[in-house]
Nanobody, 120 residues
Framework: QVQLVESGGGSVQAGGSLRLSCARS????????MSWYRQAPEKEREFVSS???????SYADSVKGRFTISRDNAKNLVYLHMDSLKPEDTAMYYC??????????????WGQGTQVTVSS
């Protein structure tokens, strides 16, 4: 089993910054992909960014150049640094991991989410 706990959400004005954190615990992951998704009210959950164990990253077009994902393998932490925030970034942000466990199976786990609200 893998557990994820997000933190760092809050309310900011447009143009501001926030840093989200996702702490992974539980089963050791021989390989992994950590991702951030978000879901605004009455909208589908959408991909924001991902990073793998080797540091390869991916971003949604809507956040490229504004958001930066990073990780600390020693601490099992993943961060999402968000700059130049816009009201349309307002959403619940979820951390997700794909973890290759010792069983050889890939485990999918979601965190509970952290709210980001950007006011104009």
């Amino acid at each position: 089993q893998v557990q994820l706990v997000e933190s760092g959400g809050g309310s900011v004005q447009a143009g501001g910054s926030l840093r989200l954190s996702c702490a992974r615990s539980g089963a050791f992951c021989y390989n992994y992909v950590m991702s951030w998704y978000r879901q605004a009210p009455e909208k589908e959950r959408e991909f924001v960014s991902s990073i793998d164990r080797d540091g390869s990253t991916s971003y949604a077009d809507s956040v490229k150049g504004r958001f930066t994902i990073s990780r600390d393998n020693a601490k099992n932490l993943v961060y999402l640094h968000m700059d130049s925030l816009k009201p349309e970034d307002t959403a619940m942000y979820y951390c997700k991991t794909l973890c290759l466990a010792s069983s050889g199976s890939w485990l999918t786990t979601w965190g509970q989410g952290t709210q980001v609200t950007v006011s104009s």
